[in-house]
């Protein structure tokens, strides 16, 4: 933590990404973790939690839209 304690913008949105991310529904966070966090493809992802593909890929876009609406709410100041 630079200057004394304080965080970096770069650790408070991270915070925030992991924060929203939590309360994104606990499979499809599974996916969203696996492709941007372990660089998984989705087909990868799918076989790593042991779904089809099409489920994998349903999955991932439907829990970054809830992601995507949990961060512009806390971008807005409101709470989810």
């Known amino acids: 933590q630079p200057d004394g304690g ?16 939590a309360q994104v529904a606990a499979e499809d966070a599974r996916i969203i973790v696996l492709h941007h966090y372990h660089s998984q493809s989705l087909e990868q992802a799918a076989r790593t939690v042991g779904v089809p593909t099409s489920t994998a890929k349903s999955r991932y876009y439907r829990g970054m839209e809830r992601l995507a609406a949990l961060l512009r709410r806390r971008s807005l100041g409101a709470q989810p």
């Open 6 to 21: 304080e965080e970096s913008p770069h650790q408070d949105e991270l915070e925030r990404v992991r924060a929203a991310l």
